[in-house]
């Protein structure tokens, strides 16, 4: 987690603003999204931001040096609050050369436009983001829970799913970045279970996960748990989604192919070592650090899942059940089930992964989707997968075995020929573990009595006579 620089912290936030205008006359903040940026409290109806030393804010006097500061005009953009016909309104003006960017789209020198609550200022590039500005007239925030005000401000979306909304948070006191999910109870149900009764059981899970320490997993830092809402403060990835990336550049070399699902499949086998299984793995839950094709990724969205309501869940498997084990659909999201579910889906990723598109697609015309899924209908077409060595195709097709008694488990696809790659293994682990050279620290390596969650999920004999009998997943520790 980075560092963000800030000046004189006190016991809210660092700011910069003029020693004239007490902080709590303030109409507007700026938070840093880069480690060279500080956080600005805005009092005075004019500021004007560059690298110019007579800025009210100099990118020339935040802390560590600005990559492209040579990019940054004297005077970048100003920022103008003014009362108008319609209203009060913040104006931003473009007064660079290389360009001020606003959610990723450029101003234009000399333009204004209105800035609105949770807008991001980028510099020169769009990719070069500096600040999400935040409107305290807005009264956006009035019905967050004391504790969460207290320690954190919440800004932009990020991102909305099956158990809730994402947004930015920002650490009071260091302006450090996590994720902020916010989930209504009003979504747990399990099994006939009341809110109140499951509340109980999603507290249990959530310090289970919280406990959880491994670099291709999102870690956890803060739980706030009001009576309607849970609050989960999680790591910030910014890389963006694999998802996003794949689709970008089509498909990935096999070698950096292999270096990420290495990673994915260790992250997973460390969780079902831990009695966890995702039951969600897919591309929009593989994060990347950064923007490189050979990066660190973590592993989100897990553990949570297993509360959601069943009906809606349900929803969401037949708008996108491409990732879906075959044992899901055929008991239309109501039976209990092994953590073979989650090697299934590792083994949809690794397909799209070495070939750019999903091996079950809604687009064929002779079979429908969830067919295809429940019979393993797929193929290898030689125009995609000429290139692709036979080892590769073999994992696949281990892992995308119907039968979930007869389907590969982690600890042996970690062992398949195809990960039996030394050199690979050794730049993963330098990105997994960098600190300490590419050596894993004991912390991570199970040990112990297994702490088990999904033991929640179905505790009937039959349920657990037909886990016992799955010889691809041995039975929890109760």
């Not at 994915?264 to 990347?288: F, S, V, W």
């Not at 084990?325 to 299934?344: F, M």
């Amino acid at each position: 987690m980075e560092t963000l620089q800030t000046q004189d912290v006190n016991d809210d936030y660092s700011f910069s603003d003029d020693e004239n205008h007490p902080q709590d006359e303030a109409w507007g903040r700026l938070f840093p999204l880069g480690e060279s940026f500080i956080a600005v409290d805005l009092v005075k109806d004019d500021y004007t931001f560059g690298r110019g030393d007579d800025c009210d804010i100099s990118f020339s006097s935040t802390g560590k040096r600005l990559q492209f500061f040579q990019a940054c005009s004297k005077i970048h953009f100003k920022l103008i609050r003014k009362n108008t016909s319609t209203g009060m309104h913040v104006f931003l003006e473009d007064t660079s050369s290389n360009g001020t960017f606003v959610n990723g789209e450029k101003v234009g020198k000399g333009n204004r436009q209105v800035l609105g609550n949770n807008d991001e200022i980028a510099l020169a590039m769009k990719k070069n983001k500096a600040y999400v500005f935040m409107d305290l007239t807005s009264g956006e925030d009035v019905d967050l829970p004391k504790e969460l005000k207290e320690k954190y401000t919440l800004t932009k979306v990020l991102g909305r799913g099956a158990c809730g909304e994402v947004r930015l948070a920002f650490v009071k006191g260091t302006c450090d970045k996590l994720a902020c999910k916010i989930i209504s109870k009003k979504k747990f149900s399990i099994g006939g279970n009341s809110q109140i009764n499951m509340t109980s059981k999603v507290m249990e899970e959530v310090k289970i996960l919280k406990s959880l320490k491994h670099p291709c997993i999102i870690s956890i830092e803060d739980v706030i748990d009001t009576p309607d809402i849970l609050y989960i403060l999680l790591e910030l990835v910014e890389g963006g989604e694999l998802f996003d990336k794949v689709i970008s550049i089509e498909k990935y070399p096999e070698p950096t192919a292999k270096l990420l699902f290495y990673q994915m499949a260790c992250a997973c086998k460390y969780l079902h070592d831990q009695g966890i299984t995702h039951r969600d793995l897919k591309p929009e839950n593989i994060l990347l650090a950064t923007d490189s094709e050979e990066t660190l990724i973590k592993v989100t969205d897990f553990g949570l899942s297993k509360f959601v309501d069943a009906g809606s869940m349900m929803k969401t498997f037949c708008g996108t059940p491409t990732y879906l084990a075959p044992e899901i659909l055929v008991t239309a999201g109501s039976g209990a089930y092994t953590k073979a579910i989650d090697c299934w889906s590792l083994g949809v990723v690794l397909f799209i992964l070495l070939s750019g598109y999903p091996p079950f697609s809604d687009e064929r015309k002779d079979m429908d989707l969830p067919k295809q899924i429940m019979g393993g209908h797929y193929t290898f077409p030689a125009q995609y997968w000429k290139d692709i060595s036979e080892d590769a195709i073999d994992l696949i097709k281990k892992l995308l075995t119907v039968d979930p008694k007869k389907r590969i488990t982690l600890t042996d696809a970690l062992g398949h020929p195809w990960l039996k790659d030394e050199e690979m293994k050794n730049r993963a682990n330098k990105l997994m573990f960098p600190a300490s050279d590419g050596m894993a620290p004991p912390n991570i390596v199970p040990c112990g009595k297994k702490r088990t969650l999904d033991s929640v999920e179905d505790t009937s004999p039959e349920a657990k006579r037909k886990v016992s009998s799955d010889t691809s997943s041995p039975p929890e520790t109760p």
